[in-house]
């Protein structure tokens, strides 16, 4: 825990801070990490009296806890996480019948509509329906959002509210971008209303020592956090991403990949081009070389191209020409080939996110072309019965951290929340311990030593702390380097910086 103490000598720097007594993963004695002007001035010996403490200086001492540079989730979908927690909880639901028990317990209760989130159908023993939902809530609409965000359960009085009774279907499931596209109209919050539960949220990720994310929400991100910031919301870095319908927008507006925006502080920048050009695993739309087994008269075995290769290149062609970074979703082994091709075709860098299925000679080309691999450990630990059943013989292809590691690929972790929970710590533990809950670890050949998984952590920063660097740290009661699996989980961070400035503070 951080505890303030009187500072001695002069120094010209108004906003100078100096943490005593730290101690930096890797190294035996501990230091003093002094901070001025927002970044990391210097590293020395740990002074043995404060007369060696620059006057004027803030002095915090760290009591021997450990400093690291603070932590960025590399893909989140920040509105979508803000709002989790309002909504009706299916984590864990193991059938549709147990799904309809909650939302007919929420109607009982008097709820005027019901809007659920985190079911994981893949290994439920019977498929959901419409009419299972229609018996437990009559007139009540009812949306039950999947733990991927590629499907939605409605009943009858949502799929007409929305317009989506046709696409449903019996069924009462949207897919991808009909999915998408009602997303868009439930995550139609009051700006005001949105941003205290953004603020929130934002709270509690500088909690587990985040000092910034990418943010793939599918809005105009730009003015949402350029508001944010200019109504005082300080504590994160945030890079935006950009979609399709709104790429024409970005392009007029001169947006580049990297630029500050105006008026946020250097807090806001511009991130990368998203498109979207496959489904995902549990709802069996990730497009693979194999089909699925037991699907029956499914009309996708394969999964779903969701963009044709031809548009693909298009789109990140304008992007690339613009100055916008892409950063293309694609998650079975036929996904990721075939953008590897468009990123080779366009002959520029980006990312890949997820790159959660691969074949063993794409992960070559992903060193060969530069581009970034963006994973979420933790999607491992959630998807790891789903893929030994529907991708069985293969999942030593799965999340091949230290395949792509040792190829020299870099590494950028993530949550993809609120797919998977915003920390940092979790994304760690499962990209080094390929386990969860006391289960065997799965496919532990493709772990990552704890090093490694920190430097994927931290925005490009490395793990370790670098003199020159901007003071975003996060300060931790163990040291990583040494701690076991489940203690990387649960990490107690003391306290987090952004630019020298304390967003989090355990008192």
């Given at each position: 825990?951080?505890?303030e103490?009187?500072?001695?000598?002069?120094?010209?720097?108004?906003?100078?801070?100096?943490?005593a007594?730290?101690?930096?993963?890797?190294?035996?004695?501990?230091?003093?990490?002094?901070?001025?002007?927002?970044?990391?001035?210097?590293?020395?010996?740990?002074?043995?009296?404060?007369?060696?403490?620059?006057?004027?200086?803030?002095?915090?001492?760290?009591?021997?806890?450990?400093?690291?540079?603070?932590?960025?989730?590399?893909?989140?979908?920040?509105?979508?996480?803000?709002?989790?927690?309002?909504?009706?909880?299916?984590?864990?639901?193991?059938?549709?019948?147990a799904?309809?028990?909650?939302?007919?317990?929420?109607?009982?209760?008097?709820?005027?509509?019901?809007?659920?989130?985190?079911?994981?159908?893949?290994?439920?023993?019977?498929?959901?329906?419409?009419?299972?939902?229609?018996?437990?809530?009559?007139e009540?609409?009812?949306?039950?959002?999947?733990?991927?965000?590629?499907?939605?359960?409605?009943?009858?009085?949502?799929?007409?509210?929305?317009?989506?009774?046709?696409?449903?279907?019996?069924?009462?499931v949207l897919?991808?971008?009909?999915?998408?596209?009602?997303?868009?109209?439930?995550d139609?919050?009051?700006?005001?209303?949105?941003?205290?539960?953004?603020?929130?949220?934002?709270?509690?990720?500088?909690?587990?020592?985040?000092?910034?994310?990418?943010?793939y929400?599918?809005?105009?991100?730009?003015?949402?956090?350029?508001?944010?910031?200019?109504?005082?919301?300080?504590?994160?870095?945030?890079?935006?991403?950009?979609?399709?319908?709104?790429?024409?927008?970005?392009?007029?507006?001169g947006?580049?990949?990297?630029?500050?925006?105006?008026?946020?502080?250097?807090?806001?920048?511009?991130?990368?081009?998203?498109?979207?050009?496959?489904?995902s695993l549990?709802?069996?739309?990730?497009?693979?070389?194999?089909?699925?087994?037991?699907?029956?008269?499914?009309?996708?075995?394969f999964?779903?191209?969701?963009?044709p290769?031809?548009?693909?290149?298009?789109?990140?062609?304008?992007?690339?020409?613009?100055?916008?970074?892409?950063?293309?979703?694609?998650?079975?082994?036929?996904?990721?080939?075939r953008?590897?091709?468009?990123?080779?075709?366009?002959?520029?860098?980006?990312?890949?996110?997820h790159?959660?299925?691969?074949?063993?000679?794409?992960?070559?080309?992903f060193?060969?072309?530069?581009?970034?691999?963006?994973?979420?450990?933790?999607?491992?630990?959630?998807?790891?019965?789903?893929?030994?059943?529907?991708?069985?013989?293969?999942?030593?292809?799965?999340?091949?951290?230290?395949e792509?590691?040792?190829?020299?690929?870099?590494?950028?972790?993530?949550?993809?929340?609120?797919?998977?929970?915003?920390?940092?710590?979790?994304?760690?533990?499962?990209?080094?311990?390929?386990?969860?809950?006391?289960?065997?670890?799965?496919?532990?050949?493709?772990?990552?030593?704890?090093?490694?998984?920190?430097?994927a952590?931290?925005?490009?920063?490395?793990?370790?702390?670098?003199?020159?660097?901007?003071?975003?740290?996060?300060?931790?009661?163990?040291?990583?380097?040494?701690?076991?699996?489940?203690?990387?989980?649960?990490?107690?961070?003391?306290?987090?910086?952004v630019?020298?400035?304390?967003?989090?503070?355990?008192?």
């Amino acid at each position: 825990m951080i505890g303030e103490a009187s500072s001695a000598v002069t120094t010209d720097a108004a906003d100078a801070l100096v943490l005593a007594g730290a101690r930096i993963p890797g190294r035996a004695e501990p230091v003093d990490v002094h901070v001025a002007g927002g970044r990391v001035a210097a590293i020395t010996p740990a002074a043995v009296d404060a007369a060696s403490i620059p006057d004027r200086a803030r002095h915090l001492d760290l009591h021997g806890t450990w400093v690291i540079p603070g932590l960025r989730d590399r893909h989140v979908h920040f509105s979508q996480w803000a709002m989790m927690s309002r909504r009706l909880d299916l984590a864990g639901v193991e059938s549709a019948a147990a799904a309809a028990a909650l939302v007919a317990a929420s109607v009982d209760a008097g709820a005027a509509e019901v809007v659920g989130f985190g079911y994981r159908d893949g290994l439920w023993p019977a498929a959901p329906s419409r009419a299972m939902l229609d018996v437990v809530s009559g007139e009540v609409p009812v949306v039950l959002v999947a733990a991927d965000l590629h499907a939605c359960w409605l009943n009858s009085a949502a799929a007409r509210r929305f317009s989506a009774a046709e696409a449903a279907g019996e069924s009462g499931v949207l897919r991808e971008d009909d999915c998408f596209r009602l997303m868009r109209e439930l995550d139609d919050v009051p700006d005001k209303v949105l941003d205290a539960w953004v603020a929130d949220a934002a709270a509690a990720a500088a909690a587990r020592g985040v000092v910034g994310i990418t943010d793939y929400e599918m809005r105009w991100n730009r003015d949402d956090w350029a508001r944010r910031v200019g109504g005082g919301l300080d504590l994160l870095r945030v890079s935006f991403g950009i979609y399709t319908q709104h790429l024409d927008r970005a392009i007029a507006q001169g947006l580049r990949t990297g630029d500050e925006v105006p008026g946020t502080g250097g807090l806001v920048t511009v991130g990368g081009y998203k498109v979207i050009t496959d489904g995902s695993l549990n709802t069996r739309t990730a497009w693979c070389f194999d089909p699925y087994p037991g699907l029956g008269g499914d009309e996708h075995p394969f999964g779903l191209a969701t963009v044709p290769y031809d548009e693909v290149v298009s789109l990140m062609s304008r992007a690339d020409a613009a100055g916008i970074t892409p950063a293309v979703h694609a998650i079975g082994d036929r996904a990721n080939a075939r953008v590897l091709d468009a990123f080779e075709a366009v002959g520029c860098t980006g990312s890949i996110e997820h790159a959660q299925l691969l074949r063993h000679e794409d992960v070559g080309r992903f060193a060969r072309l530069g581009i970034l691999a963006s994973v979420q450990p933790e999607h491992a630990m959630d998807d790891r019965d789903v893929a030994d059943r529907y991708w069985a013989g293969r999942t030593d292809r799965a999340f091949m951290l230290a395949e792509l590691a040792a190829a020299g690929v870099e590494l950028a972790l993530g949550s993809d929340a609120p797919v998977a929970p915003l920390d940092p710590w979790v994304a760690i533990a499962a990209a080094v311990g390929r386990t969860r809950d006391g289960r065997e670890p799965w496919h532990p050949e493709q772990a990552i030593e704890t090093r490694a998984a920190l430097a994927a952590s931290t925005g490009g920063r490395g793990a370790e702390i670098q003199v020159g660097a901007p003071a975003d740290l996060a300060i931790v009661e163990l040291d990583p380097f040494a701690a076991s699996v489940d203690d990387l989980r649960r990490m107690p961070v003391a306290s987090t910086l952004v630019g020298g400035r304390i967003t989090h503070e355990v008192r």
